[in-house]
């Protein structure tokens, strides 16, 4: 499997670690999202979405949407797996994977900061400002969400909620929003990246870090 990545893209870094804890080999494609290779034409030939990542499954199926992806490579390869079998446990880590997928991540992407640079007049610590807000909002929610007394956001083990809480956390401490209110949220990250699933995806371990 080839995977186009980018090395901070926090929707990269949820499924490189997806095929990390699979134990599911795969190589790396960078794509330069700051220098708009997300746009060439043969991108978008694979990704008309214009993002990452894209994952190639190395007979010309390609695959977009980082939790469309780790949906399927849970149905392919079931252990560990990272969507309990439970529906309702199911239900529940859904909703926090998506609190940070959907209410966070959209607001927060490099084309939202691109638009409201250019076209709304943001300056720069206007969007850290609005970086910080969103992220902070986000996390408040993802972190009433969780049961007592878990290693994990819901159990023993990492799944889906855990990966893509790790990942956006990367961008908070990269942004400087104040996670003094989220120490549970840190005990899991700190737990999560002495993992190596974890630790080979983070960003600064990538061949394409800067």
């Not at 030939?45 to 399927?72: H, K, M």
Request: proline share 7%.
């Amino acid at each position: 499997m080839k995977l186009y990545s980018y090395w901070r893209s926090t929707t990269s870094y949820r499924v490189r670690v997806a095929l990390n804890l699979k134990g599911l080999s795969y190589e790396t494609i960078p794509v330069n999202l700051v220098a708009g290779e997300q746009s060439a034409p043969d991108y978008t030939a694979l990704n008309p979405g214009r993002g990452v990542p894209t994952l190639d499954l190395g007979d010309g199926t390609l695959l977009t949407q980082s939790l469309a992806i780790i949906e399927y490579l849970d149905a392919i390869a079931p252990e560990p797996r990272l969507l309990p079998a439970d529906p309702l446990q199911r239900a529940r880590v859904q909703a926090a994977a998506q609190t940070i997928a959907m209410d966070i991540h959209p607001v927060n992407n490099l084309k939202v900061m691109a638009y409201l640079k250019a076209h709304m007049g943001l300056t720069t610590e206007g969007q850290l400002a609005w970086f910080r807000h969103w992220m902070t909002e986000g996390f408040a929610a993802y972190q009433a969400l969780l049961p007592e007394g878990t290693t994990f956001s819901f159990g023993d083990t990492p799944d889906l909620a855990d990966i893509c809480l790790v990942a956006q956390l990367y961008n908070a401490h990269r942004w400087g929003v104040d996670l003094s209110p989220f120490s549970r949220l840190l005990e899991i990250e700190e737990r999560a990246l002495s993992l190596t699933a974890f630790n080979d995806a983070r960003p600064e371990n990538q061949p394409d870090a800067a």
